[in-house]
């Protein structure tokens, strides 16, 4: 029986380099190593899990028989979102430790102030904290707004 505590839904992410990925993490967004297992032989990381801000995040290094990283695929279409105190501060310490700026931080309509940057093993993420409490009910009002100023102009 495992000593260590698991949440019911956790990410697992594939990265080259996964030693490096865990200094990263480290260093951009405070995350601590929980362990890792590696093969003596490679090095490379079979499996890791880093606590993050009281989550986990597991990953692993690429093997290509068993999974792929970002870099591989070409993109990921998916986005981690972490809230973090500040996002200006958090996506300049992000980008300090090696990230690549996608969004500048800025206001949004459902009531965070939010930004994005890429990590450098290929991941995305959304670094926002809250500025504004805002119902469902304003967050629909305010995103159809939003999307009739983004509207192209009618033919006529």
């Known amino acids: 029986m495992s000593t260590l505590a698991y949440p019911s839904f956790s990410p697992y992410i594939t990265v080259h380099d ?13 995350a601590t ?3 890792r297992l590696a093969d003596e032989s490679s090095g490379k990381i079979g499996h890791a899990e880093l606590d993050l801000q009281g989550s986990l995040l597991m990953l692993s290094d690429e093997n290509p028989a068993w999974n792929k990283s970002p870099q591989t695929l070409g993109g990921t279409p998916v986005k981690f979102c972490l809230m973090v105190e500040n996002a200006d501060a958090a996506i300049e310490k992000a980008v300090a430790a090696g990230a690549t700026p996608l969004m500048p931080a800025s206001d949004q309509f459902y ?3 939010s930004g994005s940057v890429r990590d450098p ?10 500025i504004e409490k805002v119902s469902p009910e304003e967050m629909q009002k305010r995103w159809n707004d939003m999307l009739g100023k983004c509207q192209p102009p009618k033919e006529k």
């Open 33 to 35: 190593e929980r362990f």
């Open 18 to 30: 996964a030693s490096k990925a865990i200094a990263f993490y480290n260093a951009a967004f405070g």
């Open 111 to 113: 009531g965070f102030r």
């Open 121 to 130: 093993f290929g991941h995305e993420w959304m670094l926002q904290h809250e």
